[in-house]
């Protein structure tokens, strides 16, 4: 009977450390922790490429705005991004904004340039930007995902809090939500994500037309 109990106890115990060990694998990661696995793996990224959608709901007016389009992002502060109606490039030193609708091109020096808060800021600087203040479980489709509730780190920001989804596995920002000082909300979801795809030579440039203006601001 003794021996019938200890081993019943043994088995409990052994049960105990199984739901514990399961239930520290289910929590969601610190967010120290995960900011810094995040940063490791697009640091050890060459180039990234996917297709994006963007909404901006506007507070006051109750209205929607959607931006669909294509972004590469390589190392070197180089990026493209494409859509319907412009195309934005930089080389990692000058900028081109061309705007298919109006068939101009303005050229800048990257570091001169007034970008505002582009989605790229988010997906690869948003740990030097925002602290964070919860990580919790959530899903992205049929993608396990932590979600991230971050605040930032400094008021002139201007934006009041930021949502960031990652996949679980990959450690890669899918979708990214955040709202500014006048209560606008901004949606940024990525898809079709391919990472150190190979590239064109030409990724990272714009080839003027020759009937484009140019307004080249260097």
């Not at 739901?19 to 995040?38: D, M, R, T, V, Y």
């Not at 963007?54 to 507070?59: G, I």
């Not at 209205?63 to 195309?87: A, P």
């Not at 061309?98 to 988010?122: H, M, W």
Request: charged fraction near 30%.
């Amino acid at each position: 009977m003794r021996k019938t109990k200890k081993i019943s106890g043994i088995i409990i115990s052994f049960l105990v450390i199984l739901i514990a060990i399961s239930i520290a694998e289910a929590s969601p990661p610190k967010g120290k922790k995960l900011i810094k696995e995040i940063q490791e793996v697009y640091a050890s990224l060459e180039n990234l490429t996917s297709t994006f959608r963007m909404e901006f709901q506007w507070e006051l007016a109750g209205e929607m705005e959607v931006t669909e389009g294509k972004m590469i992002w390589g190392m070197g502060d180089r990026f493209r991004y494409e859509t319907e109606r412009e195309m934005m490039v930089s080389d990692g030193k000058t900028l081109w904004r061309y705007s298919l609708i109006t068939n101009q091109v303005i050229v800048e020096d990257l570091k001169k340039a007034d970008l505002g808060f582009l989605p790229r800021e988010i997906l690869f600087e948003f740990p030097k930007l925002f602290s964070p203040r919860e990580v919790m479980e959530s899903k992205i489709g049929d993608t396990s995902a932590w979600l991230l509730l971050l605040e930032p780190k400094e008021e002139d920001l201007g934006i009041k809090e930021l949502k960031v989804w990652v996949s679980q596995t990959e450690k890669i920002t899918q979708r990214m939500e955040w709202i500014d000082l006048d209560g606008n909300r901004t949606t940024y979801s990525l898809d079709e994500i391919e990472l150190n795809k190979e590239l064109k030579a030409d990724a990272f440039t714009v080839k003027v037309p020759d009937d484009a203006t140019v307004y080249d601001l260097r």
